[in-house]
């Protein structure tokens, strides 16, 4: 279990360095606090700057809190160092929205690079990398190289890589950004049947309520670094709490149905100027009316027969 308290995370800004004092740093994350249980899959959402990434670096340490407690299974790490740190991290596999692969390495070679740093034989790392491979569904890629890959493909070859140590939790940084639909489903189904296989504890990072819908038992919503909302993920996005959720409900269903938002505005748009046209309409056939019958005013009874007169020839 992961428990987050209060935590807080200021970056200085250039007036710091001169000017030193709490108003001065770049404020990513406030006073945020949530728990995350063993075998969830956790999604943390919000719009781009809401604080999400810069909250999953400080759950593994690539960020250091500059207030507040993490604690994993009741010991709190936002002090560990050194061989406790390394620990760490080798426990939390994770993954990037653009793969982070090894250009120069075989997929295999990424795969075991983990077990390579650890330095254990060779014999075992090229093993576990095959079997990992075999779960993710791409055995027959193990000699090829990541530009021979597609998309989808480097993202499982990521994943693996991500379960070489054998971690008990995983963290997804925008993992499925850079995937079309399809792949995005597929890598979404594999990420499932990680963390129903494995046991993994799955946290995903993402601004795509798709992606919470379909994998998600829990979620937080982030919003300006603040925490606004958590909960079982079908209540909060049927039930919305907070105004930033509400938004992020309503951006995704323009982003689901853009034909028909555009149908929407267009059929507005056209009604809109029919009634501006029907009033031009309007004013021009009252302005000629009370020209006509300026006119008739004016004219003679011998007129008015020269016009008729006119008129059927």
């Known amino acids: 279990m992961i428990q987050i308290e209060h935590l807080s995370k200021s970056f200085a800004s250039p007036a710091a360095r001169t000017h030193p004092s709490p108003?001065?740093?770049?404020?990513?994350?406030?006073?945020?606090?949530?728990?995350i249980e063993d075998g969830d899959i956790f999604g943390i959402i919000g719009s781009s700057g809401a604080g999400k990434s810069t909250l999953v670096r400080c759950i593994n340490l690539l960020e250091r809190p500059t207030s507040g407690h993490i604690s994993v299974d009741g010991r709190e790490i936002t002090g560990y160092k050194g061989r406790q740190l390394l620990q760490l991290r080798a426990s939390m596999g994770m993954i990037f929205q653009h793969f982070s692969l090894f250009q120069q390495r075989s997929v295999l070679r990424n795969v075991s690079f983990p077990l390579e740093i650890q330095r254990k034989p060779r014999r075992v790392c090229e093993s576990r990398a095959i079997e990992l491979l075999e779960l993710v569904g791409i055995a027959e890629k193990e000699q090829a190289y990541p530009s021979q890959l597609s998309g989808g493909q480097q993202q499982r070859v990521a994943i693996a890589r991500a379960l070489a140590n054998n971690p008990r939790v995983m963290l997804c940084d925008e993992a499925t950004s850079a995937l079309?639909?399809?792949?995005?489903?597929?890598?979404?189904?594999?990420?499932?049947?990680?963390?129903?296989e494995l046991g993994v504890t799955i946290i995903v990072i993402t601004h795509s309520l798709a992606v919470t819908e379909r994998i998600?038992?829990?979620?937080?919503v982030l919003d300006k670094g603040r925490l606004v909302e958590q909960g079982a993920t079908r209540e909060v996005l049927r039930n919305p709490q907070s105004q930033a959720t509400r938004e992020l409900?309503?951006?995704?269903?323009?982003?689901?149905?853009?034909?028909?938002?555009?149908?929407?505005?267009g059929k507005a748009g056209e009604r809109a100027g029919k009634t501006a046209d029907e009033a031009a309409g309007k004013d021009r056939g009252e302005a000629a009316t009370e020209g006509t019958r300026g006119a008739a005013g004016t004219r003679s009874p011998g007129d008015t027969g020269l016009a008729c007169k006119g008129a059927d020839l």
């Open 249 to 265: 409900i309503a951006a995704d269903r323009v982003a689901a149905f853009p034909a028909a938002a555009c149908e929407s505005a």
């Open 180 to 196: 079309d639909t399809a792949t995005t489903a597929s890598i979404l189904e594999l990420l499932h049947s990680i963390n129903a």
């Open 23 to 35: 108003e001065t740093g770049q404020h990513a994350l406030h006073d945020v606090s949530l728990t």
């Open 216 to 220: 998600c038992n829990r979620i937080a």
